[in-house]
């Protein structure tokens, strides 16, 4: 039927392309086409590209076409070749031709296409096309339109998928992303320009990386010869630039060791704190802590950094913080050290009975005094810690980059405070926190983390009895329930399932229950111990031999 409906509306390709309706018909169309029906639309559109391409309905269909090369190309399906009953002939180009031809117009005018709002969505299509990798950030921009803060998110949250491409295309590619040498200084500046030279960036570095560093070479020794700033750094001015300075965080994660700490050492080193009070150059900076590999580039930026912490979580940026933890958990060092920084940040370093409530804190990204409403007077000595408050007051609410520090600091090679604090918890602070979505991540770092022993994790997880149907009845909870049944010991399984099992209707009525019913065998378990029990032995026996076979 695909077929039959693209043959009639090929002759009609570029009116429907370029209307709300027909374009979205044709996107849907688009992605379960064969071969040749896909190349004889990509050919009307290519032969109207510049109206296509800024065409905010026309756009999307291109991007259609184009994300189809993944399922066609390379296809060894051979279709019969042959005048349809219209009259209708073959297309006379491949899809690699047209694709290759399609990146030579726009080469053409690549100035034109990559400055273009709509335009600038097809360049990075084609560019991931060439490549032969779909970024996850770009496949989520063409379902749709992002809020402020999901623009914002780390590059290196991003999934990419790659695919086989002809070697003619990566040098396609290399070709096609040489335009941005002849107008560096519009891709800096621009800041829909600037979206195509960042994703390019990517690609480049899986595909191309020598290619990659050449690009950055000129991105960086163009803002270097620039004016300077105040303080003498060329590269400040633009570091707190909205626009340029997406494009040196992704300049920062794509660079080697070696040119990363020449960059460090020319243009951020004793400017690391003024750069983190910034409200944009501190996003830079954090993706030059996301970069960091090496002890010899963390050391030096640490001993800049670290007395400034408190002062940069009360100047409302805790993504520094978080990425400088993350690059002490990564490289390995000074970890205790900057576990004691943050006990001094968030007021709970001394008296040491304070620093057993340390995980609240972090998971809130709150002082003690705000955490606990305290009124205390400057210079007072800060009043020890009572268990009774500890456990009266309900786990306040986990922010994402709470979650993200206690992720870091449960991989520490010594977490034993964490898990102390996480021990104290009472049954619904710590229900409270694996229902969470953010703090259910604790959870799964507590379960996966290689520094935390079984006996540790044993000593926490037990505060969670008599939580346990509150927990398999939350849509986070149930998840974190399932990933402590999957690593539970079989004495530990038949606790879980016995208290789950007294109230067994409640369950089964439940839409994120009966899903935890069914996963422990909850019927047959109260039904017939014995076999239930029998088939738990054979799962962890499994489970024993498999993990035995991986240690190996």
């Given at each position: 039927?695909?077929?039959?409906?693209?043959k009639?509306?090929?002759?009609?390709?570029?009116?429907?392309?370029?209307?709300?309706?027909?374009?979205?018909?044709?996107?849907?169309?688009?992605?379960?086409s064969?071969l040749?029906?896909?190349?004889?639309?990509?050919?009307?559109?290519?032969?109207?590209?510049?109206?296509?391409?800024?065409?905010?309905?026309?756009?999307?269909?291109?991007?259609?076409?184009?994300?189809?090369?993944?399922?066609?190309?390379?296809?060894?399906?051979?279709?019969?070749v042959?005048?349809?009953?219209?009259?209708?002939?073959?297309?006379?180009?491949?899809?690699?031709?047209?694709?290759?031809?399609?990146?030579?117009?726009?080469?053409?005018?690549?100035?034109?296409?990559?400055?273009?709002?709509?335009?600038?969505?097809?360049?990075?299509?084609?560019?991931?096309?060439?490549?032969?990798?779909?970024?996850?950030?770009?496949?989520?921009?063409?379902?749709?339109?992002?809020?402020?803060?999901?623009?914002?998110?780390?590059?290196?949250?991003?999934?990419?998928?790659?695919?086989?491409?002809?070697e003619?295309?990566?040098?396609?590619?290399?070709?096609l992303?040489?335009?941005?040498?002849?107008?560096?200084?519009?891709?800096?500046?621009?800041?829909?320009?600037?979206?195509?030279?960042?994703?390019?960036?990517?690609?480049?570095?899986?595909?191309?990386p020598?290619?990659?560093?050449?690009?950055?070479?000129?991105?960086?020794?163009?803002?270097?010869?620039?004016?300077?700033?105040?303080?003498?750094?060329?590269?400040?001015?633009?570091?707190?630039?909205?626009?340029?300075?997406?494009?040196?965080?992704?300049?920062?994660?794509?660079?080697?060791?070696?040119?990363?700490?020449?960059?460090?050492?020319?243009?951020?080193?004793?400017?690391?704190?003024?750069?983190?009070a910034?409200?944009?150059?501190?996003?830079?900076?954090?993706?030059?802590?996301?970069?960091?590999?090496?002890?010899?580039?963390?050391?030096?930026?640490?001993e800049?950094?670290?007395?400034?912490?408190?002062?940069v979580?009360?100047?409302?940026?805790?993504?520094?913080?978080?990425?400088?933890?993350?690059?002490?958990?990564?490289?390995?060092?000074?970890?205790?050290?900057?576990?004691?920084?943050?006990?001094?940040?968030?007021?709970?370093?001394?008296?040491?009975?304070?620093?057993?409530?340390?995980?609240?804190?972090?998971?809130?990204?709150?002082?003690?005094?705000?955490?606990?409403?305290?009124?205390?007077?400057?210079?007072?000595?800060?009043?020890?810690?009572?268990?009774?408050?500890?456990?009266?007051?309900?786990?306040?609410?986990?922010?994402?980059?709470?979650?993200?520090?206690?992720?870091?600091?449960?991989?520490?090679?010594?977490?034993?405070?964490?898990?102390?604090?996480?021990?104290?918890?009472?049954?619904?602070?710590?229900?409270?926190?694996?229902?969470?979505?953010?703090?259910?991540?604790?959870?799964?770092?507590?379960?996966t983390?290689p520094?935390?022993?079984?006996?540790?994790?044993?000593?926490v997880?037990?505060?969670?009895?008599?939580?346990?149907?509150?927990?398999?009845?939350?849509?986070?909870?149930?998840?974190?329930?399932?990933?402590?049944?999957?690593?539970?010991?079989?004495?530990?399984?038949?606790?879980?399932?016995?208290?789950?099992?007294?109230?067994?209707?409640?369950?089964?009525?439940?839409?994120?229950?009966?899903?935890?019913?069914?996963?422990?065998?909850?019927?047959?378990?109260?039904?017939?111990?014995?076999?239930?029990?029998?088939?738990?032995?054979?799962?962890?026996?499994?489970?024993?031999?498999?993990?035995?076979?991986?240690?190996?």
């Amino acid at each position: 039927m695909v077929h039959n409906v693209l043959k009639e509306a090929e002759a009609q390709a570029l009116a429907l392309a370029t209307n709300r309706t027909g374009s979205e018909m044709l996107q849907e169309l688009l992605g379960f086409s064969p071969l040749k029906p896909l190349c004889r639309v990509l050919a009307t559109l290519r032969s109207n590209l510049h109206l296509v391409a800024c065409h905010r309905c026309g756009v999307h269909v291109l991007q259609s076409a184009l994300l189809q090369l993944p399922r066609l190309l390379g296809s060894h399906v051979e279709e019969e070749v042959e005048v349809e009953e219209d009259g209708k002939d073959p297309p006379s180009e491949t899809l690699e031709e047209l694709v290759l031809g399609l990146a030579s117009d726009v080469c053409d005018d690549f100035l034109i296409y990559c400055g273009d709002t709509h335009g600038s969505f097809v360049v990075r299509t084609l560019m991931q096309m060439l490549g032969g990798t779909l970024l996850e950030s770009e496949r989520a921009r063409h379902r749709g339109s992002q809020s402020p803060e999901a623009q914002r998110a780390p590059t290196r949250e991003c999934k990419p998928t790659d695919f086989e491409v002809p070697e003619s295309f990566l040098n396609c590619l290399q070709d096609l992303c040489s335009c941005f040498l002849k107008d560096i200084a519009v891709f800096i500046t621009d800041k829909i320009s600037s979206f195509c030279f960042q994703v390019a960036l990517q690609i480049l570095h899986r595909k191309l990386p020598q290619f990659c560093a050449h690009l950055c070479n000129a991105v960086i020794d163009y803002l270097s010869n620039r004016n300077s700033s105040a303080d003498g750094s060329p590269l400040l001015l633009f570091l707190q630039d909205q626009t340029s300075s997406r494009l040196l965080e992704q300049v920062l994660l794509v660079l080697d060791p070696p040119r990363l700490q020449g960059l460090f050492e020319n243009h951020f080193q004793g400017r690391l704190q003024t750069l983190a009070a910034h409200p944009i150059a501190n996003f830079p900076l954090q993706r030059l802590l996301d970069a960091i590999t090496t002890p010899e580039l963390l050391s030096p930026v640490f001993e800049e950094l670290s007395p400034a912490l408190e002062a940069v979580l009360a100047q409302g940026h805790p993504g520094v913080v978080i990425a400088l933890v993350g690059a002490c958990r990564r490289v390995g060092t000074h970890q205790a050290q900057v576990l004691q920084l943050l006990l001094e940040a968030f007021h709970c370093a001394e008296p040491s009975s304070r620093q057993v409530a340390c995980v609240p804190l972090f998971a809130t990204l709150m002082t003690y005094e705000v955490y606990y409403g305290l009124l205390e007077e400057e210079g007072a000595v800060p009043a020890e810690h009572q268990v009774e408050t500890g456990t009266a007051r309900a786990l306040g609410e986990v922010t994402v980059l709470g979650s993200l520090l206690l992720q870091h600091l449960l991989h520490f090679s010594t977490p034993a405070l964490i898990l102390r604090s996480l021990g104290a918890l009472t049954g619904p602070q710590l229900l409270s926190l694996a229902q969470s979505p953010a703090g259910s991540h604790v959870l799964d770092a507590i379960l996966t983390s290689p520094s935390v022993t079984r006996k540790q994790r044993r000593r926490v997880l037990k505060n969670l009895k008599g939580q346990y149907v509150a927990l398999a009845c939350s849509r986070h909870g149930s998840r974190v329930l399932d990933a402590i049944w999957g690593g539970a010991a079989l004495g530990a399984r038949k606790e879980i399932a016995a208290e789950l099992g007294e109230r067994n209707q409640e369950l089964i009525k439940d839409p994120f229950g009966h899903h935890v019913a069914r996963n422990v065998a909850l019927t047959t378990f109260l039904k017939r111990r014995e076999a239930w029990e029998q088939q738990q032995g054979a799962v962890a026996k499994r489970r024993r031999v498999l993990n035995s076979i991986l240690e190996d």
